[in-house]
């Protein structure tokens, strides 16, 4: 298992798997890690876990459940499982980490 990656490693990871726009880079338990880069448009549908994005490079418009929120570099967004989402109209170096976690579906409620 990999316990260190940088951002250039993500990178040049991503530009070996040809034509993709994500890496899978770690995993653990429940846990997975990627990097992600959308170019020309982002065709994501809901996920079954929950997931955190943390923004690397670029700006970017971001849709979460009916609703729009301007993110760019060093931001953190989260969705939960099963919600809609998607990246728009970003900026030709977007990219982001990308962190899968807890059991499929989300968490319990009470």
Not at 11 to 25: C, I, K
């Amino acid at each position: 298992m990999t316990y260190h990656l940088t951002l250039e490693q993500a990178a040049a990871r991503l530009a070996e798997e040809n034509d993709r726009v994500f890496t899978v880079l770690m995993r653990h338990g429940t846990m997975q890690v990627e990097y992600f880069a959308p170019r020309g448009a982002d065709r994501q549908t809901p996920h079954k876990q929950d997931e955190l994005y943390i923004i690397v490079s670029g700006e970017s418009r971001f849709y979460r459940d009916g609703a729009y929120v301007q993110c760019r570099k060093n931001d953190v967004l989260f969705v939960p499982a099963g919600m809609e989402h998607r990246f728009e109209d970003f900026t030709d170096d977007f990219a982001t980490w990308v962190i899968f976690y807890g059991r499929e579906g989300g968490e319990l409620k009470e």
